[in-house]
C-alpha cells in the first residue's frame, strides 16, 4: 500500500481497528464503506477485552466476518494495514488505551469518543502524539468523515442522512468543528451551497483536545484536493486566534469561512458554561463575538450570524467555480442502501411469513405476556401454578375450584417413592454422576403406557364409551371381549375395603366443585361392575385424575370433540409428567446430598440363565 501524504488522515484504503464492541458504530462504518463503494472494508478488526472470535455483520447485502480480539497487540500485530484506532472506551480507560495505540507503531491516528478523559491525561496524549508524529482527534468527539472514503464510527449518522449529504463522493470543502453534533449540521449546509465535503473533522468539545483548530486547517491547507475551508469554533478557549495569525501571516492562503458560536452569551447577566466543557469565556478574549471580529479583521469570510453561514460558504464556493479554481465535482449515483430487516418490519416496509406461532406468552415488549395477560399481573393476581398452566396450556383464565384442582393434581402425582421405574433411573442415574437435568431427563424418559401413562390412557378409554353415549356395562364387555384392561382401574394393594385417600379426596372435591362430573360418575358405575368381580379392581389414583380432568375441561367450555383432542394431544401425561418432576427431582438432590456411589445391581438379584453353549448356525 503507498505511503499516504502526511497532510491525509483518510482515503479509500484507510482501515481501522474498533476498541470497544460497539456494533450500531461498526455497522455504520460498514454501510458508508458500501455507499462508498470501497473495495475493503474499513473495519478491520475489533478489540473486544471480555470476548474474541468473530463479529458478524453487514457488508452490503451480504454477511461478513470481522476478527475479534482481546488485546490491541494481537489486533494491531494482525492487522498491520489498518492505521486508525477509532477509540470507544470509556473515559476510565481511554487515557490507557490511547497511549497504548499511539505507542503502537502502525497506528498513526487515533479518536477517542469518550467524554470527560482528565484534563492533565488529556493534555499528555495531546504531548504524546505531537512527539510521535501521530494525531489525535478527540476526547469528546463524534470523529470525522472524508466523502467517499472513510467515516469514524457515528459520524454523520444513518445512511439517508448521508446521502442527502452526498458524503458517498468526495467533494472539495474541508471543515473543522468544536462540536459533534454541529459538525452533521456543517455537513448538510456545505452540501447544500458546494460540492460537498471533501473531509471533516469534530475535534471535541473538551478543554485540551488532542488537536486544534490550526492542525487540521494546516493539513488542509497542504491538500490540493481541498479548494476552501470552513471553520466553526465556540465561544470558550483561544485556539481560533492560532488561525488568526496564521491568516494574518499569509500560512492560511485558501479562502476560510468561519464562525463562532455562543454569541448570545452576552446577553446573559453572568458568565455561562455552554455543553462543552470548554465552551466557556473566561475573558473578553474568549467570548464568540471577539473571535469572530478577530478573525474577520485577519481576512477570514465571517457571516454577520450564524444565519448567513450558508450563503457565505455559497458565495464563496460560486466564486472559486467562476474563476476557475474549482471545477465542481460531479455527483455519482450511489447503490441503492439495503435496508436493515428490523428497521423495515418496524415501518411496514416488507412482510414476511413466520416459521413460528405462538398463542399463549410474549416476550417482546416491555413486560413477559403469559396469554396476553403481564407478568406483574399474574402475580399480583396470585394465580398460582394453575392459573399459570390455565394460561399457558388452555389459554384461558381459570377459576380458582379448576386452578386449586390443578395444583392438587400436582400435588398428588409429585412422588411415589424410589422403587418406581422413573425413580430409579434418576436415581441409577444420579448416582452415575450425571447431572440434574440429565438425571431427571433418564427418569421422565420411562414415563409412558406401563408408568404414569395409565392417567392417560384412563381419560382416553373412559371418554371413548362415554362420548359415543355406550353404557358402563357395554365398556367392560368390550373391553374384556378386545382383551384389554382398562386403564385406570385396579390397584395392588388399595380396595373397596381399603380406599386410596388420594381418591377419595379428589373425589370428595370435584363432586362439591365441578359444574360436569360426567365422566367421574360413567367410571364409578364402571368401578362397581368391576369390584363386583373383585375388590381391588376399584378406579385408582391414575383413573380418578385421568377422569377428572376431562370433566375439569368440560366444565371449563369445552366440548366433548376438544376434550378428546387434548387427550390425543396428551395433555394427561403432560400432568404427569409435570407433578413426578418434582418428586424425581427431590430423589436426584437427595442422592446428591447423600454422596451415594455408582450403584451395581447386586449379582443375587439376577437369574443368569446362560445356555452351556451357543446354538451352531450351519
Not at 39 to 58: D, M, Q, W, Y
Not at 228 to 251: A, F, P
Not at 522 to 531: D, G, I, M, S, Y
Request: with cysteine; aromatic share 8%.
Amino acid at each position: 500500500m503507498a505511503q499516504k501524504p502526511d497532510y491525509l488522515l483518510f482515503d479509500k484504503d484507510t482501515r481501522s481497528i474498533v476498541f470497544g464492541y460497539q456494533q450500531n458504530a461498526i455497522q455504520r462504518m460498514l454501510d458508508f464503506d458500501y455507499v462508498c463503494r470501497r473495495e475493503k472494508p474499513s473495519v478491520a478488526c475489533i478489540v473486544n477485552p471480555t470476548r474474541e472470535g468473530l463479529h458478524k455483520c453487514f457488508g452490503g447485502t451480504k454477511e461478513i466476518m470481522i476478527p475479534m480480539y482481546r488485546t490491541l497487540k494481537e489486533a494491531a500485530s494482525k492487522h498491520k494495514d489498518a492505521d486508525v484506532m477509532v477509540n470507544f472506551a470509556s473515559f476510565r480507560s481511554a487515557y490507557e488505551t490511547t497511549k497504548e495505540a499511539l505507542e503502537t507503531k502502525t497506528i498513526r491516528t487515533v479518536a477517542v469518543i469518550a467524554e470527560g478523559v482528565p484534563e492533565k491525561r488529556a493534555r499528555q496524549l495531546a504531548k504524546l502524539a505531537k512527539d510521535k508524529n501521530k494525531w489525535i482527534i478527540g476526547p469528546a468527539t463524534v470523529g470525522g468523515i472524508a466523502g467517499g472514503a472513510f467515516k469514524i464510527g457515528n459520524t454523520a449518522g444513518m445512511l439517508d442522512n448521508i446521502i442527502a449529504c452526498k458524503l458517498y463522493r468526495p467533494g472539495s470543502v474541508a471543515y473543522v468543528s468544536k462540536s459533534g453534533g454541529l459538525s452533521n449540521e456543517l455537513n448538510n449546509i456545505i452540501a447544500r451551497n458546494s460540492d460537498g465535503i471533501f473531509e471533516g473533522v469534530a475535534i471535541g468539545g473538551d478543554r485540551y483536545p488532542g488537536s486544534v483548530f490550526i492542525d487540521h486547517i494546516m493539513r488542509y491547507e497542504k491538500n490540493p484536493e481541498i479548494k476552501m475551508m470552513v471553520l466553526l469554533g465556540e465561544v470558550g478557549g483561544t485556539d481560533e486566534y492560532e488561525i488568526v495569525e496564521s491568516l494574518k501571516n499569509g500560512k492560511i492562503k485558501k479562502p476560510l469561512v468561519a464562525w463562532c458560536i455562543g454569541t448570545c452569551s452576552k446577553v446573559f447577566p453572568a458568565e455561562v458554561q455552554f455543553g462543552h466543557a470548554g465552551a466557556r469565556a473566561g475573558a473578553e478574549r474568549e467570548t464568540a463575538d471577539a473571535k469572530n471580529k478577530a478573525l474577520k479583521e485577519a481576512g477570514a469570510i465571517v457571516p454577520n450570524s450564524f444565519e448567513d453561514f450558508d450563503k457565505k460558504i455559497k458565495e464563496t464556493f460560486d466564486k472559486l467555480v467562476k474563476s476557475g479554481k474549482i471545477k465542481p465535482k460531479q455527483d455519482v449515483k450511489p447503490p441503492k442502501i439495503p435496508i436493515d430487516y428490523k428497521v423495515a418490519m418496524r415501518d411496514g416496509i416488507i412482510r414476511r411469513s413466520t416459521e413460528f406461532i405462538s398463542t399463549i406468552s410474549d416476550d417482546r415488549g416491555e413486560e413477559l405476556l403469559y396469554c396476553g395477560v403481564p407478568i406483574s399481573k399474574v402475580i399480583k393476581d396470585n394465580i398460582g401454578l394453575g392459573g399459570v398452566i390455565g394460561l399457558l396450556w388452555f389459554k384461558k383464565r381459570l377459576p380458582k375450584w379448576a386452578t386449586d384442582f390443578i395444583e392438587m393434581v400436582v400435588l398428588v402425582t409429585a412422588d411415589h417413592g424410589p422403587a418406581v421405574s422413573g425413580a430409579h433411573n434418576a436415581i441409577v442415574a444420579s448416582r452415575a454422576g450425571k447431572d440434574l437435568v440429565s438425571s431427571l431427563a433418564s427418569g421422565i424418559l420411562t414415563i409412558g403406557p406401563r408408568f404414569g401413562g395409565a392417567v392417560q390412557g384412563a381419560a382416553d378409554h373412559f371418554t371413548t364409551y362415554l362420548y359415543s353415549d355406550q353404557d358402563p356395562a357395554f365398556m367392560v364387555k368390550d373391553m374384556k371381549k378386545k382383551n384389554v384392561n382398562i386403564q385406570g382401574i385396579g390397584h395392588r394393594i388399595k380396595s373397596v375395603t381399603n380406599p386410596d385417600v388420594r381418591v377419595e379426596i379428589l373425589k370428595k372435591y370435584a363432586l362439591k366443585n365441578f359444574p360436569n362430573t360426567e365422566t367421574l360418575k360413567f367410571a364409578l358405575e364402571v368401578e362397581k361392575l368391576t369390584t363386583s368381580k373383585r375388590g381391588n379392581l376399584i378406579l385408582n389414583v391414575d383413573g380418578c385424575i385421568g377422569v377428572l380432568t376431562c370433566d375439569m375441561l368440560r366444565s371449563i367450555g369445552y366440548t366433548r370433540n376438544q376434550v378428546r383432542e387434548f387427550v390425543n394431544l396428551e395433555i394427561l401425561n403432560a400432568f404427569f409428567v409435570l407433578g413426578r418432576s418434582i418428586g424425581l427431582i427431590g430423589h436426584i438432590i437427595d442422592q446428591k446430598r447423600l454422596k451415594e456411589r455408582l450403584y451395581r445391581h447386586p449379582w443375587d438379584d439376577i437369574a443368569y440363565m446362560m445356555p452351556d453353549k451357543p446354538e451352531m448356525v450351519k
